[in-house]
Each structure stands twice: as structure tokens, then as C-alpha cells.
């Protein structure tokens, strides 16, 4: 069976290392805010082209600490309207609604599944104050043309950029180019930690003022709380396996495109729609969907075949019973890409003559 994605395999590469940081951390006994944490706050700004990074708990906090200090900050109100892709993974929709914004779902441009300039523009109202775009399966699109709209209008703009480590666009990279952004180092992701872990990178320093307070009870002087706060660090371990992992995912990156770039030469069927990809867009592909007509049949047929797949998603977020109060809205880019999308095996450590037999595979189909 060729695993969807084989975190074992993956995380076996640095086994040592791990355990040495382990032991390190260990005997140092700061568990806590320590130097693993600064270090990696000060590689991961530098490597994607940004002034700051918070290290926080996970992705879901660090968008919700990004819209909390806005509002801290006076530049966003509870119940402004916030522009967001309907067709997101359902954090990003509860991130705004923890702090009291008023989500409205855009449909996303079919080529990339990402939101694109004419649809912020057609979903603009007055009320709108800040667009969060979401780089979707680890693709970059149009972000310099959105950018500049958001800039003229005098809107926020935020990334949510849990999937797209490392990926760049016209010599930026996803965390540079909005107002702030929001990582994820869920295990499975390209940059991935041993459990929770998130990060928020931008150029103000009055925001990361208020995040570092933020993510520590809402203190910058221990038993002092400036605000009302969360509880959201991230720890020393995980800070310590990024630190390992960092240096490498340029290279895991370039395997994962060697890996994508033979699925858009090789397969060839009719049946099955291959990701689109133009010269505005960059991607890292944390994953590879294709679209496929009867998607439970070709899941099965794979698996006669010894390949896995996974959906991401299967449901759109208006559709889900926690948001029942978007069920209302019709939605068909939203509703057909979440109907149609399969995700294939994509890692750095597949092998040639895996990407063989899962090209051949669907092409038999």
C-alpha cells in the first residue's frame, strides 16, 4: 500500500537529531519561551522575508490572535465583514468568528480554488474591512494584483498560510505578502512539528506587541495582564524540531514539486482534472487534488491498485452544522469543488517508481 502521506518515514530522517534536542531541552530545563522558541521566531521572519514572528499553539489561534489584536488595536471592529473563501477548511471561518466578525464566503476561482481579485471585488461592500485569503493546498495566486487592491481600498489583508510553507511568488514568499499571517505546523504539514505548533509572521511591531502579550494570558510582565488573554505558546520541543526540520524544507519542497510536475506531464485522462497552474500562482504542493466526476468510485479503484487517498474537503463550511447560519447561501464553485476534489499520494519521500504506479494507475482508470 503506497501511504497518502507516511509521517513515520518522514519524521525517521531526523530520529536522532530529535532525541538529542529532547535530551538537551531536558537537562536545560526551560520548557517554556525559551531560546528554541526565540531562534525559531527569528529563522522562520528571516526565512519568509518578514521583520517578526510570534511562535503560538497551533494555526486556529494564530488567525484568531492576528484579528484579536486588530481589534485591540482599533483597526478592525467587532462585527466588521471580513471577505474569506467559502471553500476553506472550517478553522479559518471560526477563527473570525471567535472574535466577533461577520464572515462572508466568496467563491473561489475554479482554476486555482483560491479567492481571486474579481471575486473580492464583486463581494466588496462598504462594510468590508480586511480579506483573509487562504493559500489552498499550499498555492500563491494573484497575490501581488490582491495585495494592491487591498493596499488602495485600505483594507487588511491576511494569510492564512497554514498549507504553503515555503511557497513563493515573484520572489515573495507566503507570510510576506499581507498584513500578517497565520502558519500551521500540524505534523502533516510541509513544515511540520511533533503535535501543535503555529506561528504568526508581519513587518508591524505594534501587532506583535500585542500578540506576544496575547498568546501569554495577555502579559508582557509576568502577574502584569495588560489585556484579556489567551493561553497559546509555542512550546520548546516543537520549536526545537522546526529548528531541525527549517533548513530542510526548501530541499522537501523541490521533492514535492520533482514529485507534482511528473503527475501534470504524466497523467493523461480524460476522467480526471488536474490542478491548474499559471504564472501567478507559486505553490509548495502540500497537496496534490485532482477532481474527479464519481469520486467514491475512483477512491475504491485506487485502492484496488494499493494507493491511498484522502478528501480535503469533503464538506464546505456552509454546509456544516456548526455554521448552520450559512446554510442558506448558494454556493456552486463551492459545492461542486468539494463534491469532485481526491487528494493523491504527495511527500518527499516517495519514490520514483511509487509516482510510477499511481500515474499509471490513474491513467488506467
Do not use: W
Request: hydrophobic fraction near 40%; charged fraction near 20%.
Amino acid at each position: 500500500m503506497i501511504s497518502f502521506l507516511d509521517l513515520q518515514q518522514i519524521n525517521q530522517r531526523y530520529e536522532e537529531a530529535y532525541l538529542q534536542k529532547i535530551k538537551q531541552i531536558f537537562h536545560d530545563g526551560r520548557y517554556m519561551l525559551g531560546q528554541e522558541v526565540v531562534t525559531f521566531e527569528e529563522d522562520f521572519a528571516a526565512y519568509c522575508g518578514t521583520s517578526f514572528c510570534v511562535g503560538v499553539g497551533n494555526g486556529l489561534d494564530a488567525l484568531k490572535l492576528i484579528f484579536d489584536a486588530y481589534i485591540k488595536l482599533g483597526k478592525l471592529n467587532v462585527g466588521d465583514d471580513v471577505l474569506v473563501p467559502a471553500n476553506t477548511y472550517i478553522a479559518t471561518i471560526l477563527a473570525l468568528l471567535d472574535c466577533g466578525l461577520n464572515p462572508v464566503l466568496v467563491e473561489p476561482n475554479l482554476d486555482s480554488y483560491t479567492l481571486d481579485v474579481s471575486g473580492i471585488s464583486y463581494s466588496m461592500t462598504s462594510s468590508t474591512k480586511a480579506v483573509l485569503v487562504v493559500h489552498l493546498y499550499g498555492q500563491v495566486y494573484e497575490m501581488d494584483q490582491i495585495k494592491h487592491y487591498c493596499q488602495d481600498r485600505g483594507l487588511l489583508l491576511i494569510e492564512d498560510a497554514a498549507q504553503a510553507h515555503g511557497t513563493e511568488l515573484k520572489g515573495c514568499k507566503a507570510g510576506a505578502f499581507g498584513d500578517a499571517a497565520a502558519f500551521s505546523f500540524y505534523p502533516s504539514k510541509n513544515l511540520g512539528c511533533l503535535g501543535d505548533g503555529g506561528a504568526i509572521t508581519t513587518n508591524h511591531l505594534d501587532l506583535v506587541e500585542v500578540i506576544r502579550a496575547t498568546r501569554n494570558y495577555g502579559s508582557h510582565i509576568k502577574y502584569q495582564n495588560k489585556y484579556k488573554g489567551y493561553n497559546s505558546r509555542l512550546d520548546e520541543v516543537q520549536a526545537a524540531i522546526l529548528n531541525l526540520k527549517l533548513p530542510h524544507l526548501d530541499t522537501d519542497n523541490q521533492k514535492r514539486l520533482i514529485v507534482a510536475y511528473r503527475y501534470l506531464r504524466e497523467i493523461k485522462n480524460v476522467k480526471i482534472i488536474l490542478p491548474h497552474l499559471s504564472s501567478d500562482a507559486g505553490h509548495n504542493f502540500h497537496l496534490f487534488v485532482v477532481r474527479v466526476g464519481d469520486r467514491a468510485h475512483f477512491q475504491r479503484y485506487l485502492l484496488t491498485k494499493g494507493i491511498q487517498t484522502l478528501i480535503h474537503y469533503p464538506i464546505p463550511p456552509h454546509h456544516q452544522p456548526a455554521l448552520a447560519e450559512f446554510r442558506y447561501l448558494q454556493l456552486p464553485v463551492t459545492e461542486l469543488i468539494h463534491q469532485e476534489v481526491v487528494s493523491i499520494p504527495m511527500s518527499p519521500v516517495l519514490t520514483e517508481a511509487e509516482v510510477t504506479h499511481i500515474i499509471e494507475a490513474i491513467n488506467e482508470y
